[in-house]
């Protein structure tokens, strides 16, 4: 008999679906497993303004299928001149559920992000005066902090102020890498939560090097070590309400990231929830999977919880070595490797 799984439709809390035909090659896999995403802006130009969000929710539901039911959360690129204004106009808006904090030059396409935390702070005053929640990529830049300490440095130097500053604004600290960020969460007010990737929980960075330079296993933050990793999984399993679902899936065309400068993002909306289960499953915690995927985030961001429901079974399949996007390819989270759980359409 086949083991199953039925769980209340999931969301993702993190998610970059990209535009045009790129967007087109990725969206379904996410519309199949989730009810709903929190969709990055961080696209060339990025989306600062409510005018330019609502046209990108357009083109996200233009890519849909008639009828299906899939509901991209939008949200708007901080950068030094947002007004708090648009924030006023952002919050107002049915559509729109967040700003994104990038510190400029952290990651992909965050050149317009943020130079100095000050430059915000009229804008978060507005997000906390109008309840609208706070996303951040929380890594510092300073070229003196090493690459593996950024995440570290940036809850010393920006997030504890910052919460100490804004009393009410509720912060998502987004794919959380490091033991520090899960006891720093933990630990934190009730305004604070995190999300945690599938990739972060699978791999340890010596994962990158595994007899040779691995490009799809470079991301943003980057992996950390095995006892990070760990502290990862017991923070997803634990039952803890402030970590939640956000894949990050972030693709990228396969020539970008076999690159003499590869860029970050790995690629996991294809098997994002299944990954979920075979971690929970290998940590003896397949029963919190429904609270992390489909629970916490909803009740975080003060949201409904969803009516339908989706299925996994216990049913081996090997994850494709490239998938198509847009006129190239991306080669997926899990190439080539077997999941052992599998996504049974409804
Ligand atoms: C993301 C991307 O490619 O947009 N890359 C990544 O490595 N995670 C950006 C981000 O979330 O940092
Ligand atoms: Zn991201």
Redesign the pocket.
Known sequence: MTTTLALRRPDDF?L?LRDGARMASVIQDSARRFARAIV?P?LNPPITTVTAALEYRSRILACLNEGQDFTPMMTLFLTDHTSPAEIHAAAACEHIYAAKL?PAG?????EHGVTAIESVHTALEAMQEAGLPLLV?GEVTDPHVDVFDREAAFIDRVLTPLLQRFRKLRVVF??ITTREAVHFVRNGPDTLAATI?PHHLLNGRSAMFDGGLRPHL????VLKREEDRQALVQAAVGGHPRFFLGT?S???PRTAKESACG????YSAHGALELYAQIFESAGALNQLEQFAAGNGAVFYGLPGNSGRVTLEKRDWRVPDTLPFGDGEVVPLFAGEVCHWSLTDA
């Open positions: 993190h970059h990055m961080n990038y952290s990651t992909t396409n965050s990529h987004e794919h990737t470079y991301c943003l933050p990050d972030a693709p990228h860029c970050a993002g790995i």
